[in-house]
């Protein structure tokens, strides 16, 4: 079974960048697709990029954001530049299993969930 780990949340300034890595083990990241999703305090789990042989983003952070694997390390990233404070969430990757890549039904595998919050 495929278990992951996300890291590297915190508090971050507006304007400001961070990197979040996941972890994954049990399973080779090159012989995936993934996908991340943020879920904001009261508001449903949304879909944020996707990585198969291209990526998709949202549209709220298609142009900052940047997802990747790092099959080096077998972890899956996402950069984040130019944050708002509307990108305070609770960050989640997971595994993809097939059909829509931007509903959480395609996913069949998640990490536990790591908090960024950007505020001055």
């Known amino acids: 079974q495929v278990q992951l780990r996300e890291s590297g949340g915190g508090l971050v300034r507006p304007g400001g960048y961070l990197t979040l890595p996941c972890a994954v083990s049990?399973?080779?990241?090159?012989?995936?697709?993934w996908g991340w999703f943020r879920q904001a305090s009261g508001k449903e789990r949304e879909f944020v990029a996707h990585?198969?042989?291209?990526?998709y983003y949202s549209d709220s952070v298609k142009g900052r954001f940047t997802i990747s694997r790092d099959n080096a390390k077998n972890r899956v990233l996402l950069h984040k530049i130019s944050l708002k404070p509307e990108n305070t969430a609770n960050y989640y990757c997971?595994?993809?299993?097939?059909?829509?890549?931007?509903?959480?039904?395609?996913?069949?595998?998640w990490g536990q969930g790591n908090q960024v919050t950007v505020s001055p």
């Open positions: 990585r198969s042989w291209t990526t």
């Open positions: 997971a595994k993809y299993k097939g059909r829509l890549y931007s509903k959480t039904s395609a996913y069949d595998e």
């Open positions: 049990g399973g080779v990241t090159g012989n995936f697709d």
